[in-house]
T-cell receptor
Framework: EAGVTQFPSHSVIEKGQTVTLRCDPI?????LYWYRRVMGKEIKFLLH????????ESGMPNNRFLAERTGGTYSTLKVQPAELEDSGVYFC????????????FGPGTRLTVL | QKEVEQNSGPLSVPEGAIASLNCTYS??????FFWYRQYSGKSPELIMF????GDKEDGRFTAQLNKASQYVSLLIRDSQPSDSATYLC??????????????FGKGTKLSVIP
């Protein structure tokens, strides 16, 4: 069974540019999560999809971040326009059950904003 | 604010010894608890989960949960150099929006000395 995949693995962009990150969850997992780790800090929750619906986006930093999950399959996270403080590692995770299910993480996308 | 606290370490143990990692959490209503292992530059890898008070053993790993004390621990028996990594405690917390999100500690860095 394939795990969670993310693309790209690394992205280097300049301040003000746009970047789109993609996540493909484990097949059959309705729950998809985005997390972020900035340098020196703990991993923090961004948002949670159940199928194609945003269940909780309380962790999104501001309206420069837009997440979508078309058809309840893969998800994208767009940052527009990117700022220096957006640099970090963006992880995607998926689970079968939102309350009890283990969340399995993808390899992450390392975003560097110059 | 809901928090998860871990001793950042580093924790150094000799090969073959028992490594003990500890974690406390603030949300008394939390129901599910996870330990992830993260090698440098890699994504978090789930190694243990526990839902009920007491001990849960899986190979060389034992997770311990005490909900009254809001305390979770991970014991690694017969520690190996390959166990050297950062161990993340994560608690699945009710966000109040019909969603549960993992709240992570900052992680404890473990070094197993040959």
């Amino acid at each position: 069974e394939a795990g969670v995949t993310q693309f790209p693995s690394h992205s280097v962009i300049e301040k003000g540019q746009t970047v789109t990150l993609r996540c493909d969850p484990i097949s059959g997992h309705d729950n998809l999560y985005w997390y972020r780790r900035v340098m020196g800090k703990e991993i923090k929750f961004l948002l949670h999809f159940v199928k194609e619906s945003k269940q909780d986006e309380s962790g999104m930093p501001n309206n420069r971040f837009l997440a979508e999950r078309t058809g309840g399959t893969y998800s994208t996270l767009k940052v527009q326009p990117a700022e220096l403080e957006d640099s970090g590692v963006y992880f995607c995770a998926s689970s079968q059950d939102r309350r009890w299910g283990e969340q399995f993480f993808g390899p992450g996308t390392r975003l560097t904003v110059l | 604010q809901k928090e998860v606290e871990q001793n950042s370490g580093p924790l150094s143990v000799p090969e073959g010894a028992i490594a003990s990692l500890n974690c406390t959490y603030s949300d008394r209503g939390s129901q599910s608890f996870f330990w992830y292992r993260q090698y440098s530059g890699k994504s978090p890898e789930l190694i243990m989960f526990i839902y009920s008070n007491g001990d849960k053993e899986d190979g060389r790993f034992t997770a311990q949960l005490n909900k009254a004390s809001q305390y979770v621990s991970l014991l690694i028996r017969d520690s190996q150099p390959s166990d050297s990594a950062t161990y993340l405690c994560a608690v699945n917390m009710d966000s109040g929006a019909g969603s549960y999100q993992l709240t992570f500690g900052k992680g404890t860095k473990l070094s197993v000395i040959p």
